[in-house]
């Protein structure tokens, strides 16, 4: 047996396209499945290897108008800025404070910038 050529195979060039179908008639009623649904990380979250999320139980953080069952989306890599949320480790507990970068409390260790309360509507 000899070999007169050797190399890649080449892909035959596709004989038959199939064409979209035209639309007859009235819509269909399934056509909002056809739209694209939305993805509340890619919304939400800007850095997925440093979001938290945290569910809360209790009302203890009403003033923040943090309440039972809501959760919070946390990014540990967000600076923090005056006027914003954050979970802070005050004696080993888990606090919600508002960051006042003018008074500063050296009795914490800040733990991240909360970035969304999610509520669930009753």
């Known amino acids: 047996m000899q070999i007169q050529s050797s190399g890649k195979l080449i892909k035959a060039k596709e004989q038959h396209r199939a064409e979209v179908s035209k639309q007859t008639g009235f819509p269909s009623a399934a056509t909002h ?5 939305i993805d509340l990380h890619k919304e939400l979250v800007t850095n ?3 979001t938290f999320f945290i569910r809360i ?3 203890e953080m009403e003033y923040f108008q943090i309440h039972n069952k809501d959760v919070l989306i946390i990014d540990r890599s967000l600076p923090p800025k005056n006027g914003n949320l954050a979970v802070v480790i005050k004696d080993g507990d888990f606090l919600v404070i508002e960051i006042n970068l003018k008074k ?3 009795e914490y260790t800040l733990w991240g910038v909360i970035t969304y309360i999610i509520h669930k509507t009753k």
Do not use: K, M, R, T
């Open 57 to 59: 139980e209790g009302n």
């Open 48 to 50: 997925q290897d440093a």
């Open 33 to 37: 499945y056809a739209e694209l649904s």
């Open 104 to 106: 500063l409390e050296v």
